[in-house]
């Protein structure tokens, strides 16, 4: 569905990055096959004796959702909405590895409690004392865009005015040597390479970014969320989907001006991007998972430079895939799918 | 004709109570519990809580399903793909991409079942890697969408226990907004030995049998089950000549913000989404006929639950627990209560609770124990989950 009247006008983010780091104008650090956030100082938000109990995406999310809030100069929001590929996996690998240490005797209900998907969103209601709608989707790499095309309908169409929407995923130790068991995520070992990936698996991370989506434009407005759609596979095929999406925004292949691709030097993955990348030849490629690292979620990291592209009408080399230089920044459109399933498209324009 | 409300074409149900939606409706008006001592899982703590456990083995839902050997389907997405298919053949869907079709899936055990077998054991046995990829939400909607062979737009939606409600909402919205000419929503949720433990270490398990609304209730019992309900647009409704079973007049989510788990003593979240719902369906509180309510019999809920159903309704309803039969199938249970919702409507019929005996001693609710017989426009169903997460869905004949 296309709409007009959806500003992003916040943005929050906790990364593997530096906290000083700037997109526009620093070199990021370069990823290792598994990422830990660089954490900010939660203790002025939270309470010193919950921090203690709280893994890292319930912190990185009320932080985040705090900034994006803060960004906009808003006060309140009338709906909370939270993607996540994995819901709280630190909180949960504990209690399970617990359970099945100690047979199921002596259990503590603390890791139980916040195992749950969506504890980031509604640990966020609760720091705000916010009675709004909350929800929190789970459905692989595009939980963060089912969050967005929900947030984007809450503005649209049931007259929100302020809507906080993020995705949120956290590293978790055992669950991580699973994913790595079976080649989603690199081993230490491993070369990375995004260009030329060689070897399976994506450079595991975390992360948290949160947005403040108003129905009103701002001096803080950052871009116009146009349209989000998400499919599990094509119906027909990805030209078919891609060109539907663009004919229903009116727009056609030559009005984008840059295209991002969740490229995350899985050799695996590769042709599925390059699926999308050649249906736009003439269009700068961006890709942006070798700054945020790879976790479900971590194509909101990608929404968040896009949208900042277009605010300050620049673009940073360090994300240039191809050749292709933009000649305005007006339109970007972001791509997103994991081994061909969870399929998202996001477009945004300048304001 | 004038319409309100969202077209309910088909449902599905598998619980403890029933494989179908005729054999629920059997139990529910027959007294029949589902709950038991659990005969698949193994736990420690299998002679002391009973459990609404579903008999079919793994095996034999695979079966059912004709699925090949090497599927790497857990429990959850067994028990959903089973009641989703039953749902679709209800609706009389013989193409899936005859018009824009969606799938709105509720989870919160998702893949837990085989995580919690094999988490230790996987690297040594890579015959059981295929299951790894099966541990989260998505993946268990993903396996259903494949099955019925569903392609377009496709989530998962896990807020707990209103999760089920929750992915109804979603997709009742995505039909009035002309997303989707068609959607399959609803939640499944297996039993594990991981929910167990949780709700145990909270201690709001039940050592017998749940008496929601009850003085001497003394916590809930987990169930597994799984329901869907095929949501039409008028326009395909008319343009195939379908049946309609009920609509969604109604729905609201509200946030309690109070505890992560614990409901506020005056319900205000509870409050919040049942005059959210009130509102969508353009309803007064004394046009609710009926309430499902979200009756889980904790000390804490039962009475939260009642004393918001107080502050909303001047006379409350005629109102029973379901959960008194299944236990409390977690994000499954607002898909089944709806099934039980429109039964209701179409039988004209309010299913009696369970177990009750004494009436509480600070709520002047006592919930229905006989099946009564009378006429019903509309219905009010609760559900409400950790986080504060509190979702009120109406169910309504279609006028």
Redo the contacts between chains.
């Keep these: 569905?296309r709409v007009n009247n959806c500003y992003i006008n916040g943005i929050g983010t906790v990364s593997a990055q530096a906290l000083d780091f700037d997109a526009m104008k620093d070199n990021p650090a370069p990823l290792l096959a598994s990422n830990k956030a660089v954490h900010p100082s939660y203790k002025e938000m939270i309470p010193a004796a919950m921090l203690r109990r709280m893994a890292s995406g319930i912190k990185m999310g009320i932080f985040a959702a705090h900034q994006a809030i803060q960004d906009a100069n808003e006060t309140s929001v009338d709906a909370?909405i939270t993607g996540t590929?994995?819901?709280c996996l630190q909180d949960t690998e504990k209690?399970?590895?617990n359970?099945?240490e100690q047979?199921?005797?002596y259990?503590?209900?603390t890791s139980?409690?916040?195992?749950?998907?969506?504890?980031v969103?509604?640990?966020i209601?609760?720091h705000?004392?916010?009675?709004?709608?909350?929800?929190?989707?789970?459905?692989?790499s595009?939980?963060f865009e089912?969050a967005l095309f929900?947030g984007m309908?809450q503005i649209h169409?049931?007259r929100a005015k302020q809507v906080l929407v993020g995705g949120v995923d956290e590293l978790a130790d055992?669950?991580d040597?699973?994913?790595r068991?079976?080649q989603?995520y690199k081993k230490t070992s491993d070369d990375i390479n995004f260009i030329h990936p060689a070897s399976t698996g994506a450079c595991r991370a975390e992360g948290a970014n949160f947005f403040l989506l108003s129905g009103e434009q701002t001096e803080k407005s950052y871009a116009l969320l146009l349209d989000v759609?998400?499919?599990?596979?094509?119906?027909i095929s990805l030209q078919d989907e891609v060109n539907d999406f663009l004919n229903r925004n009116q727009i056609t292949k030559a009005d984008i001006d840059i295209l991002f691709l969740g490229y995350n030097a899985d050799v695996n993955q590769q042709h599925w991007f390059d699926a999308y990348a050649v249906l736009f030849p003439d269009t700068m490629h961006a890709y942006y998972q070798h700054i945020s690292g790879s976790f479900?979620t971590s194509s909101a990291y990608g929404l968040k430079l896009a949208a900042e592209i277009l605010k300050k009408q620049t673009t940073p080399t360090s994300i240039s895939y191809n050749h292709i230089k933009p000649r305005k920044l007006k339109h970007i459109l972001l791509v997103n799918q994991s081994n061909g399933?969870?399929n998202s498209l996001v477009l945004i324009r300048a304001c | 004709m004038m319409y309100s409300g969202v077209a309910i074409t088909g449902m599905g149900i598998i619980s403890s109570i029933g494989n179908t939606v005729e054999e629920n409706y059997y139990s529910l008006i027959h007294k029949k519990s589902g709950l038991s001592y659990t005969k698949h899982i193994h736990t420690i703590h299998k002679e002391k809580i009973k459990v609404g456990e579903i008999a079919l083995t793994n095996e034999v839902l695979e079966e059912l399903l004709g699925l090949p050997n090497d599927n790497s389907f857990t429990r959850t997405s067994l028990l959903g793909a089973y009641a989703a298919k039953m749902a679709v053949e209800d609706a009389h869907i013989p193409d899936m991409s005859s018009s824009r079709t969606g799938l709105i899936s509720a989870t919160s055990v998702a893949g837990m079942d085989m995580t919690e077998r094999y988490f230790h054991i996987y690297e040594q046995n890579p015959s059981l890697q295929k299951y790894i990829h099966s541990h989260h939400a998505g993946n268990c909607t993903q396996k259903i969408a494949d099955y019925l062979g569903i392609k377009g737009m496709v989530s998962t939606i896990s807020t707990a226990c209103s999760s089920g409600a929750n992915a109804i909402m979603l997709g009742a919205t995505l039909i009035e907004q002309g997303v989707l000419d068609r959607v399959i929503v609803g939640g499944t949720d297996a039993l594990c030995k991981f929910t167990i433990n949780g709700f145990q270490s909270l201690l709001i398990l039940s050592d017998t049998e749940n008496k929601p609304f009850d003085k001497n209730r003394n916590g809930l019992n987990l169930g597994e089950a799984a329901a869907y309900l095929v949501l039409e647009s008028w326009e395909q409704v008319q343009t195939h000549s379908k049946k309609v079973l009920a609509c969604i007049s109604g729905y609201g989510n509200a946030n309690d913000a109070y505890h992560q788990t614990a409901s506020s003593e005056n319900g205000e979240g509870a409050y919040l989404a049942i005059l959210k719902a009130l509102q969508k369906a353009n309803l007064q509180p004394d046009e609710i006929d009926y309430i499902n309510v979200h009756g889980t019999a904790t000390i804490n809920n039962d009475l939260s639950e009642s004393n918001a159903l107080l502050r909303v309704f001047s006379n409350v309803p005629i109102l029973s627990a379901t959960k008194s039969y299944t236990g409390h199938t977690l994000a499954a249970a607002g898909a089944i209560e709806a099934v039980y919702s429109i039964l209701s409507l179409q039988k004209a019929t309010i299913f009696p609770t369970l177990h009750f005996t004494t009436k509480m001693d600070n709520s002047p609710l006592i919930p229905n124990t006989e099946v009564v017989h009378k006429n019903i426009n509309h219905v009010l169903s609760n559900s409400f989950g950790f986080g504060g997460n509190c979702s009120s869905l109406i169910f309504s004949k279609c006028v």
């Design positions: 569905m909370i590929g994995m819901g209690f399970l590895d359970m099945l047979e199921e005797m259990l503590s209900p139980f409690i916040q195992s749950t998907h969506n504890t969103a509604a640990q209601a609760l705000l004392s916010n009675k709004a709608y909350n929800f929190t989707y789970s459905n692989g595009n939980s089912a929900d309908l169409t049931l055992k669950f040597k699973l994913f068991l079976v989603q759609f998400y499919f599990n596979k094509p119906r479900d399933q969870d």
